[in-house]
């Protein structure tokens, strides 16, 4: 503790520069990002509004929460030490265990002492005298730092359906990504989900498992493909354990950073008995392969996707058994793989249970949240419980929810209400040693992947600002440029960018997302990572510092 602090650790105000960094948010960049500050010898503090480590995998209890990618290479890879005695137990693992080693992850590197829990940032003001940050809790502490490094995940700001009523339902409500910490039951329940992307997809299967009647309400289906998890086996730990440096060698090289890459072919250039036995075998393979791993065309080519997409239209007719049922699972406004693609364990089945119902919401549109449960324009239904698994104010809300303000009193919010624009996704101007975590614009795919490239790389620059004796980065208007039009140059083309989705920038929860926008880099990490090192490389030119 030092002289400014109380003592929960919280600093005084007005007593100068209380730490070197400030973190918003425990999560795995997070995480990560106070480990390599402290290795340069920086007083950082990390506020997280929660009350444990773990971010995504802290808030996303919901029931089925898992990853979708190869447990493996979606974990750290800083510490050979750390990859050695974790030991994934399942391809996919479930949230829970994913919690658990964050925490060992928390305890071995002995981050608690550095995070301050059940700390929300309410505002982030920039000192140009100082040039210092200025953070305020919600508790109405505040706390200044040299750096305000925000961790705070691109799909962290949960949205409630806008409709109306929903405050006034007695039975149990819940929101997927504030799933309560308390044991939920489904038996013997009448349950409805309303949403159907990767996260209701989760939910539906599992909760299907124990419920008494099931009411889904979709209003866009996904294009949905088996997950194939299962438990690893010894053999396969120790190839597993053995082989960490080529895994995370191959994830450095793909597009998206995931252990899957793009066969070269053009869908249309095999023969259709070619073209179906590669299907098949990435239908049946574990994962992303069929998104991340199909024919190089799949995204970029309007008749490849639709042979494709009807190869899995297929599928989902031949595993549900009423096809009127199938019909309504059936996306009709967008490709395979032009939306994230929900991983499955059996969602198609679930729909041949007797106690599970799908109503198609563009049909019969909700009209209120009732007391009871839910009215649609065709039906008045009854619920013990209603889950909501309706996503996120995406890449933005997470940022919006704080009270951001750089130079000049600019907010942040009112920076970006005509577009997002950044420098490679870590800064932004106007808005001076402010550093983003996996923030708009930087590569995402395979996130842990992306946050340590991304940490390293503040951790380079903020390693490079104390070696010069420099207290002032912040990026010139023309590089922001230069990568905005980067971020737009490779957002041409692909099928992904005309349809609404969240990584289109579409939330109609949320005020002024309703029209696509250039919500995020689409193009290749490979390319991403070459365009920082290439700044790194060449001393920063890019950015105003002093
Ligand atoms: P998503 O992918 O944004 O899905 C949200 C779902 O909720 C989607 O099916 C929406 O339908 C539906 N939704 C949202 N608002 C409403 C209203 N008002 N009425 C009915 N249905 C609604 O969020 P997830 O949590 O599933 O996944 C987000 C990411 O987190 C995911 O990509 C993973 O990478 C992790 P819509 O499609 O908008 O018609």
Not at 312 to 339: E, S
Request: glycine share 8%; proline share 4%.
């Amino acid at each position: 503790m030092t002289a400014t602090q109380d003592a929960h650790g919280r600093a005084a105000a007005g007593q100068g520069q209380d730490y070197d960094a400030i973190i918003i948010g425990a999560g795995i960049s997070g995480m990560y990002q106070l480990l390599r500050l402290r290795e340069l010898g920086m007083k950082v503090r990390v506020f997280e509004a929660g009350t444990g480590v773990g971010g995504t995998w802290y808030w996303n209890r919901y029931p089925g929460a898992r990853f979708d990618s190869e447990s493996y290479s979606y974990q750290y890879s800083f510490s050979k030490e750390l990859l050695q005695e974790w030991s994934w137990k399942e391809h996919f693992a479930p949230q829970p265990e994913t919690l658990s080693y964050l925490n060992y992850v928390a305890d071995k590197f002995d981050l608690r002492k550095d995070i301050q829990f059940r700390s929300r940032v309410k505002s982030a003001h920039y000192q140009d005298r100082s040039r210092t940050w200025q953070i305020t809790l919600e508790d109405g502490s505040t706390h200044s730092a040299r750096f305000l490094i925000t961790a705070v995940g691109p799909l962290s700001a949960p949205t409630m359906p806008r409709l109306e009523g929903v405050g006034s339902f007695k039975g149990e409500a819940y929101h997927t990504g504030t799933w309560p910490h308390h044991p939920v039951s489904f038996e013997g329940k009448r349950v409805a989900v309303i949403g159907t992307g990767a996260t209701g997809v989760q939910t539906i299967q599992e909760v299907a498992k124990t419920v008494g009647h099931l009411t889904v309400f979709q209003r866009t289906p996904n294009w949905c493909k088996p997950l194939k998890n299962g438990k690893i086996t010894d053999e396969e730990q120790k190839k597993i354990k053995s082989s960490y440096d080529e895994i995370f060698k191959r994830c450095d090289e793909t597009y998206s950073c995931f252990l899957h890459t793009p066969d070269p072919r053009r869908t249309l250039e095999v023969t259709p008995e070619e073209r179906v036995a590669f299907l098949e075998k990435l239908y049946e393979t574990p994962g992303f392969g069929m998104w991340q791993g199909n024919f190089s065309d799949m995204l970029t080519d309007r008749e490849a996707n639709r042979v494709i997409s009807e190869f899995v239209a297929q599928k989902i007719r031949q595993r549900v058994k009423d096809q009127k049922v199938a019909d309504k699972l059936i996306p009709k406004n967008h490709g395979f793989g032009t939306r994230r693609v929900p991983m499955e364990t059996h969602y198609y089945e679930v729909y041949n249970q007797p106690n599970v119902e799908l109503i198609d919401i563009k049909e019969t549109p909700i009209e209120r949240i009732t007391p009871k449960g839910i009215k649609t324009t065709a039906r008045e239904f009854e619920f013990d419980m209603i889950i909501y698994a309706t996503g996120f104010d995406a890449v933005t809300g997470s940022f919006d929810r704080i009270d951001i303000r750089g130079a000049n009193g600019l907010s942040l919010k009112d920076k970006w209400k005509g577009g997002i624009e950044t420098f490679v996704g870590v800064q932004v101007d106007g808005f001076p040693n402010m550093m983003m975590l996996v923030g708009p614009h930087t590569a995402l795919g395979n996130i842990p992947r992306s946050i340590e490239f991304n940490v390293d790389w503040v951790t380079s620059l903020l390693k490079f600002m104390k070696e010069n004796g420099l207290t002032l980065a912040e990026a010139k208007r023309e590089a922001v440029d230069e990568w905005t039009d980067f971020v737009r140059e490779k957002a041409k083309g692909l099928l992904s960018n005309e349809i609404d989705s969240w990584m289109t920038g579409v939330n109609l929860n949320v005020d002024g997302k309703s029209q696509r926008t250039l919500a995020r880099y689409s193009g290749s990490a490979p390319d991403y990572r070459a365009w920082c090192d290439r700044v790194a490389r060449n001393g920063y030119r890019e950015l105003a510092m002093a």
